[in-house]
């Protein structure tokens, strides 16, 4: 089992569309969560830290369901913007550090 | 303000030639350092991490190594290439603290190499 699995995608989705993103982590030691943005031939950068609690930024929500492993990344009212791979990240306690593994990322195409 | 520099940007090498890319971050210290692969279409594979100096993690089985000879140089090498070596390769770093977890990592800008 790979230990961040995300949707396969891609996602076609209308400008002002709701999308979701799902992913699920094996390590349950796990202990930091992200959502990180991917644009074609660039490196991923972050887009939101995710919070057992659940947090919001603009028309992005992220929730963290720790007893079923999973996150999950909500995107409302999409923009042409959006159009973009969105990785599901998960850090572990490991060798004194922090390992850090990327789900192999959701593709999510924004039309007009 | 941290940054992290990651070269060359671009890279064609013949198959069987060595391969050395080279990462350094600054403005922080004893950070984690990461190697990540990313194949044409493909997601973001763990290649090699590192927590601090001479300390090595392997996650994959190939014919490609990585050294950090200092605390924010990590360098990721191949005595012989192979076509299969082609890809975006992305350093990245995070911070280590032991209290705050969210550590989010920081990439380079990449190096994309083409194996011929």
């Known amino acids: 089992r790979k230990e961040v699995e995300q949707d396969p995608g891609p996602f076609n989705v209308p400008e002002g569309a709701t999308v979701a993103f799902n992913c699920t982590y094996s390590?349950?030691?796990?202990?930091?969560f992200f959502w990180y943005r991917q644009d074609c031939r660039k490196e991923p950068k972050l887009l939101m830290s995710?919070?057992?609690s659940g947090n919001e930024d603009g028309r992005f929500t992220a929730q963290l369901n720790r007893a079923s492993q999973y996150i999950s990344l909500l995107i409302r009212d999409s923009k042409l913007s959006d159009s973009a791979t969105y990785l599901c990240?998960?850090?572990?306690?490991?060798?004194?550090?922090?390992?850090?593994?990327f789900g192999a990322g959701t593709r999510l195409f924004v039309k007009a | 303000s941290q940054t992290i520099h990651q070269w060359p940007a671009t890279l064609v090498q013949p198959v069987g030639s060595p391969l050395s890319l080279e990462c350094t971050v600054e403005?922080?210290?004893?950070?984690?350092l990461y190697w990540y692969r990313q194949a044409a279409g493909r997601g973001l594979q763990l290649l090699f991490y590192?927590?601090?100096?001479?300390?090595i993690s392997s996650e994959v089985p190939q014919n490609l190594s990585a050294s950090r000879p200092q605390d924010r140089q990590f360098i990721l090498s191949s005595k012989k290439l192979l076509l299969s070596d082609s890809g975006f390769y992305l350093c990245?770093?995070?911070?280590?603290?032991?209290?705050?977890?969210?550590?989010?990592?920081?990439f380079g800008q990449g190096t994309r190499l083409t194996v011929v």
């Open positions: 990245a770093w995070s911070a280590r603290r032991d209290s705050d977890l969210n550590t989010e990592a920081f």
């Open positions: 390590n349950s030691a796990s202990q930091s």
């Open positions: 995710v919070y057992s």
């Open positions: 990240v998960v850090n572990f306690p490991e060798g004194g550090g922090f390992k850090t593994i």
């Open positions: 403005g922080t210290s004893n950070p984690n």
């Open positions: 590192s927590v601090g100096i001479g300390q």
